[in-house]
């Protein structure tokens, strides 16, 4: 059993120099998958609208509204990832990837 420990703890201090990116990649992910529901919902809100209020609006979402949540989002995830110790670390990173792909294949993103 020592022998499965230490090998979870190298692999996740090997993990850890990537934390910010492996945190922006589920971020990116995850919102990947539900970013088309966000779309709809704001096209939706927007219709009644003139077309110039629902450009100046979608272009303002998308520009920094998608942005903000990513980056922001991703540093949340990044933030407690790192509180993780090295015991779990390695296999909650491997959890939250497979279960997003499951997200992603119920969704038909896959």
């Known amino acids: 059993m020592e022998f499965l420990e230490e090998l979870i703890a190298q692999a996740s201090h090997g993990l850890r120099h990537y934390n910010s990116q492996i945190a922006m990649a589920m971020a990116a992910t ?3 998958i539900y ?3 966000i779309h709809t919902f704001i096209r939706k809100t927007m219709a009644a609208y003139h077309f110039i209020v629902r450009l100046a609006i979608f ?3 998308c520009a920094f509204g998608y942005g903000l949540i990513t980056v922001y989002s991703a540093k949340l995830i ?3 990832l790192q509180q993780l110790t090295d015991l779990y670390y ?3 990173v491997l959890s939250v990837f497979l279960l997003v792909g499951f997200l992603a294949d119920l969704k038909k993103k896959m």
Request: aromatic fraction near 20%; hydrophobic fraction near 75%; charged fraction near 0%.
């Open 30 to 32: 995850i919102f990947f």
């Open 90 to 92: 390695a296999p909650m």
């Open 78 to 80: 990044a933030f407690l």
């Open 59 to 61: 272009a303002l979402i």
């Open 35 to 37: 970013g088309g529901g």
